[in-house]
């Protein structure tokens, strides 16, 4: 097992390397003085467009700013925001408890829904319940999200007036923040209907941001069951008598979660991109539509920052996954 | 009858080649009926779309200042002059939406030609070469794939500034790791095959060796990647027109024509709707189609 993990690790660390050269390389693959870019139209003075150049370190070697900036970076500074003057550390952190608040509820809800769906579809080979969640899922599978907000917004608050438009809380609540999470805050701030708002706020961009994961996860549970239930284990418990649900929810679920359990960690990446979309939709205050933002502000250092932890954060969560199958599947942690 | 069929596609394979291996495929194609649907709701689009000015009542940029956000016909203060309705500058939304598939399909196929062709290169070398090439051209693809795709065309349209070409460059970059991966899989369970080392004693050059004799039998996964990766353009493509780093106003380009309509989702549902509508629809034929051409191709499935 150690010599997995290390193995593993091994193989990060020229990724994780090769990501700090990309989130570099960013500011200074802008055309054209890097300077004068992030000004846009502010006007610069020679003195103040001197002083900046020292501050980011343009006007030494670049092998000297990229050390600097890894050994920055390493140490949680990733320099500070051109429009709020925070670090872009703090900044990023503020924002991040209210993506992953959204993005467990999405995945959650796509776990939920899209492993029972799938299992059922799988059971039910070629069954009018099949078609309709294989139907289902492509649909999901080929939605443009941001549309699909759109239409939710047009039903849900527009026409049945059920949920709010945008935020993560109405604001006549307000509480100091303590875990970050709108669900558990609201409801340690004891404050009646608080919990209800923020429940309501989540529900539209929840359902939006699972909607593909969801698709996802229930055609490979399906597709993963349908191998298993092909198993000669499967076929000897239901020759030595097991009753069909103990059949399917014991030796078939588990071993058909295996493949399952990999594809939601990989989800990862396709919840943040959504996040970018979701959030921009919903104002949710997350870093994805912080991140866009942040580039129509031309706020370089947090585009920067956010890009350098966001693809640190989906290597690690991956990391985890591989980790996790090896734990699951002793034939991987096993092999070589 | 699959028995005979299959008996009969081998025969004629012999006989007369690709035509006979066409054959084989369309009729393991049409076994998948959704498969069918797909690729005769995306042909359709195709013809829309080279038809779009012949088609389109009216120029897709052409303002009615006298019918500002008509609903659709069948509504309420609806004409038969606008059958879509009209958008807040008093554009037809159909010719619009005509004239914006010509966008989607076009994304659509640069974008995979442009990934799908870099990548297969790039995948050739990797596997061929192989060593320390190798491993520098896999740790290169892992980085671009640490990022959100969605997030990485973000930062590179901010680079390369925001237009419809920089979007499809920037879709294109993203996507070419997956070509790269798919590709240099396949060359390395080839590459020890029989029929290569055969090849290799017979004199074969490396790059005749690459591109003649094993790049074709690498080509059904990438095939299939292909189909997928052009629905995915479209949609990522849509999805930066939405957040206005794609193809600029007044493009009718549909993810465009969203980021536009926006403001009215609570007055004018149809300016809303039908954009959207027509992405779902595009993406699903051609998700529709790659899942046929998947079944089709797979090998494994095929025996069975």
Same mark, same amino acid.
């Given at each position: 097992?150690?010599?997995?993990?290390?193995?593993?690790?091994?193989?990060?660390?020229p990724t994780f390397?090769?990501?700090?050269?990309?989130?570099?390389?960013f500011?200074?693959?802008?055309?054209?003085?890097?300077?004068l870019?992030?000004a846009?139209?502010r006007?610069?003075?020679?003195e103040?467009?001197?002083?900046?150049?020292?501050?980011?370190g343009?006007?030494?070697?670049?092998?000297?700013?990229y050390v600097?900036?890894?050994?920055n970076?390493?140490s949680g500074?990733?320099?500070?925001?051109?429009?709020?003057?925070r670090?872009?550390?703090d900044?990023?952190?503020t924002?991040?408890?209210?993506?992953?608040?959204?993005?467990?509820c999405?995945?959650?809800?796509?776990?939920?829904?899209?492993?029972p769906?799938?299992?059922?579809?799988?059971?039910?080979?070629g069954?009018?319940?099949d078609?309709?969640?294989?139907?289902?899922a492509?649909?999901?599978?080929?939605?443009?999200?941001?549309w699909?907000?759109?239409?939710?917004?047009?039903?849900?608050?527009?026409?049945l007036?059920?949920?709010?438009v945008?935020?993560?809380?109405?604001?006549?609540y307000f509480?100091?923040?303590?875990?970050g999470?709108?669900?558990?805050?609201?409801?340690?701030?004891?404050?009646?209907?608080?919990?209800?708002?923020?429940?309501s706020?989540?529900?539209?961009?929840?359902?939006?941001?699972?909607?593909?994961?969801?698709?996802v996860?229930?055609?490979?549970?399906?597709?993963?069951m349908l191998?298993?239930?092909s198993?000669?284990?499967?076929?000897?418990?239901?020759?030595?008598?097991?009753?069909?649900?103990?059949?399917i929810?014991?030796?078939?679920l588990?071993?058909?979660?295996?493949?399952?359990i990999?594809?939601?960690?990989l989800?990862?990446?396709t919840?943040?991109?959504?996040a970018?979309?979701?959030e921009?939709?919903?104002?949710?205050?997350?870093?994805g539509?912080?991140?866009?933002?942040?580039?129509?502000?031309?706020?370089?250092p947090?585009v920067?920052?956010?890009?350098?932890?966001?693809?640190a954060?989906?290597?690690?969560?991956n990391?985890i996954?591989d980790?996790?199958?090896?734990?699951?599947?002793?034939?991987?942690?096993?092999?070589? | 009858?699959?028995?005979?069929t299959?008996?009969h596609?081998?025969?004629?394979?012999?006989?007369?080649?690709?035509?006979?291996?066409?054959?084989?495929?369309?009729?393991?194609?049409?076994?998948?009926?959704?498969?069918?649907?797909?690729?005769?709701?995306?042909?359709?689009t195709?013809? /829309?779309?080279?038809f779009?000015?012949v @088609?389109?009542?009216?120029? $897709?940029?052409e303002?009615?200042?006298? =019918? #500002?956000? +008509?609903p659709?016909?069948?509504?309420?203060?609806g004409s038969?002059?606008?059958?879509?309705?009209?958008?807040?500058?008093?554009?037809?939304l159909?010719s619009?939406?005509?004239?914006?598939?010509?966008?989607?399909?076009f994304?659509g196929?640069?974008?995979?030609?442009?990934?799908?062709?870099?990548?297969?290169?790039i995948?050739l070398?990797?596997?061929?070469?192989?060593?320390?090439?190798?491993t /520098?051209?896999?740790?290169?693809?892992d @980085?671009i794939?640490?990022? $959100?795709?969605?997030?990485?065309?973000? =930062? #590179?349209? +901010?680079?390369l500034g925001?237009s419809?070409?920089?979007?499809?460059?920037?879709?294109?970059?993203?996507?070419?790791?997956?070509?790269v991966?798919?590709?240099?899989?396949?060359?390395?369970?080839?590459k020890?095959k029989?029929?290569?080392?055969?090849a290799?004693?017979?004199?074969?050059?490396?790059?005749r060796?690459?591109?003649?004799?094993?790049?074709p039998?690498?080509?059904?996964?990438?095939?299939?990647q292909?189909a997928l990766?052009?629905?995915?353009?479209?949609l990522?493509?849509?999805?930066?027109?939405?957040?206005?780093?794609?193809?600029?106003?007044p493009?009718p380009?549909?993810?465009?024509?969203?980021?536009?309509s926006?403001?009215?989702?609570?007055?004018?549902?149809?300016?809303?709707?039908?954009?959207?509508?027509?992405?779902?629809?595009?993406?699903?034929?051609?998700?529709?189609?790659?899942?046929?051409?998947?079944?089709?191709?797979d090998?494994r499935?095929?025996?069975?």
């Open positions: 097992m150690l010599r997995f993990l290390l193995g593993r690790l091994s193989l990060l660390i390397i090769g990501i700090t050269i990309a989130a570099f390389s500011i200074r693959l802008l055309p054209g003085d890097p300077i870019v992030m846009g139209e006007s610069v003075s020679p103040r467009h001197a002083e900046l150049m020292r501050q980011f343009f006007d030494r070697p670049l092998w000297q700013q600097e900036y890894l050994a970076a390493l500074d990733l320099g500070r925001s051109l429009v709020t003057k670090p872009v550390f900044e990023f952190m924002l991040f408890p209210a993506t992953l608040e959204l993005s467990l999405a995945i959650l809800l796509a776990i939920v829904i899209g492993i769906a799938g299992s059922i579809a799988a059971v039910k080979r069954s009018a319940s078609h309709l969640v294989m139907g289902s492509l649909v999901g599978f080929s939605m443009p999200i941001f699909w907000g759109l239409l939710l917004i047009i039903l849900f608050s527009g026409v007036q059920w949920t709010p945008s935020g993560r809380i109405s604001l006549v509480f100091p923040p303590v875990t999470f709108m669900l558990i805050d609201s409801l340690l701030s004891g404050q009646k209907g608080a919990f209800a708002s923020a429940v706020h989540l529900i539209l961009p929840t359902i939006v941001l699972g909607t593909i994961p969801l698709a996860i229930a055609r490979q549970t399906r597709s993963a191998e298993v239930l198993e000669d284990y499967v076929r000897t418990a239901r020759a030595k008598g097991l009753g069909p649900s103990r059949v929810g014991i030796h078939a588990r071993n058909a979660m295996i493949p399952v990999t594809t939601v960690g989800q990862v990446g919840l943040l991109a959504g970018i979309l979701t921009s939709i919903f104002s949710w205050p997350g870093i539509k912080w991140m866009v933002d942040s580039i129509f502000r031309r706020d370089y947090s920067q920052g956010g890009l350098l932890l966001i693809a954060m989906v290597m690690i969560v990391l996954v980790l996790l199958y090896g734990v699951i599947n002793p034939r991987i942690r096993h092999a070589r | 009858m699959t028995v005979d299959v008996e596609v081998v025969i004629d394979r012999k006989r007369v080649g690709s035509l006979a291996l066409l054959q084989e495929f369309w009729s393991y194609f049409r076994e998948n009926r959704g498969a069918v649907v797909g690729l005769a709701v995306f042909i359709l195709c013809f /829309l779309a080279l779009a000015d @088609i389109a009542p009216y120029s $897709p940029t303002q009615f200042r006298d =019918a #500002l956000l +008509a659709p016909a069948w509504q309420d203060g038969a002059r606008f059958l879509l309705g009209t958008d807040a500058v008093g554009r037809d159909l619009r939406l005509l004239h914006g598939a010509r966008y989607s399909l994304i196929c640069i974008v995979v030609s442009l990934s799908l062709v870099v990548g297969i290169l995948g070398v990797a596997g061929f070469v192989g060593g320390a090439t190798d /520098l051209i896999m740790r290169l693809m @980085i794939l640490a990022f $959100p795709s969605l997030l990485l065309a973000l =930062a #590179l349209v +901010a680079i925001p419809l070409t920089n979007a499809m460059i920037a879709i294109a970059l993203v996507q070419q790791p997956h070509y991966r798919l590709t240099r899989a396949s060359v390395l369970a080839e020890t029989d029929y290569v080392t055969a290799r004693v017979a004199g074969v050059g490396p790059l060796l690459m591109f003649r004799t094993i790049l039998n690498c080509m059904a996964p990438l095939i299939v292909a990766s052009f629905s995915n353009a479209i990522d493509a849509a999805a930066l027109g939405f957040l206005g780093m794609g193809a600029q106003p493009t380009e549909w993810g465009t024509m969203l980021a536009e926006r403001e009215f989702i609570l007055r004018a549902w149809w300016v809303v709707t039908f954009p959207g509508l027509a992405i779902l629809i595009t993406v699903l034929s051609i998700n529709l189609m790659g899942d046929g051409l998947r079944d089709a191709l090998p499935l095929k025996r069975s």
